[in-house]
């Protein structure tokens, strides 16, 4: 699977939106970009993912270029609550998810 | 409602004791995997199963072992010949087939007493 990379952190202003990117340069075309995010001490939560169309639930939105090289996940009205650890991964469908691998990921701070 | 469940949330073992971390998942899925997570750092991945009475190892699998007797259940065991056993460990199940994402649990904070 491809590997992805992510900024070490992030600071927003509460109310504003969130926009945190991710690189999957040598992403492969049957690839998918999941996000998911970890509040501290607890287990990471899935966000949303994609596979080459722009995709939005309640969450958030998905943004992914053209070439598919890379990704923004975006929090449209950030609130406290959004404080966490942000990670970007890839995986192929049909494949074993443990291959995926979890970074150190970006921490976004949001700010009153 | 379906998810995972791991127990305990806090655990704590004295050195030279093996101990057992519990999940179990009713979501019917088919994959189940161990994670180890120290602080500030991403997810390592210990052991997985894809299936009932298989597993294979992960990339940190030294000093760690596993079962896969029900399709629900998955538990880990963190034996004594793992020397820096103080973590957070994350179990998390996956529906084979498609691009599902990965579930978790809450996680299981091990110290060592």
């Known amino acids: 699977d491809a590997k992805t990379t992510q900024p070490t952190s992030m600071d927003c202003a509460e109310g504003r939106a969130a926009n945190l990117p991710c690189n999957h340069s040598?992403?492969?075309?049957?690839?998918?970009v999941y996000w998911y995010r970890q509040i501290h001490s607890q287990g990471p939560q899935y966000i949303i993912h994609?596979?080459?169309n722009n995709e939005t639930n309640e969450m958030a939105s998905l943004i992914i270029t053209e070439d598919r090289k890379s990704s923004t996940l975006i929090l449209p009205h950030a609130t406290l609550r959004d404080t966490a650890v942000y990670y970007c991964?890839?995986?192929?469908?049909?494949?074993?998810?443990?291959?995926?691998?979890f970074g150190d990921g970006t921490t976004l701070t949001v700010k009153p | 409602d379906g998810g995972i469940t791991q127990s305990p949330k806090y655990l704590f073992r004295k050195e030279g004791q093996n101990v057992t971390l519990s999940c179990e998942q009713n979501?019917?899925?088919?994959?189940m995997y161990w994670y180890r997570q120290d602080p500030g750092q991403g997810l390592r991945l210990i052991y997985y199963?894809?299936?009932?009475?298989?597993?294979q190892k992960g990339d940190i699998a030294e000093g760690y072992s596993v079962s896969r007797e029900k399709k629900e259940s998955f538990p880990l065991t963190v034996t004594s010949a793992q020397k820096n056993p103080t973590a957070f460990y994350l179990c998390?199940?996956?529906?084979?087939?498609?691009?599902?994402?990965?579930?978790f649990g809450d996680g299981t904070r091990l110290s060592i007493l």
């Open positions: 991964i890839v995986r192929a469908s049909n494949t074993n998810a443990g291959k995926s691998t």
């Open positions: 040598t992403i492969s075309g049957n690839e998918y």
């Open positions: 994609g596979l080459k």
């Open positions: 979501l019917n899925h088919d994959a």
């Open positions: 199963s894809q299936i009932v009475n298989d597993f």
């Open positions: 998390a199940s996956l529906r084979q087939g498609g691009n599902q994402p990965q579930h």
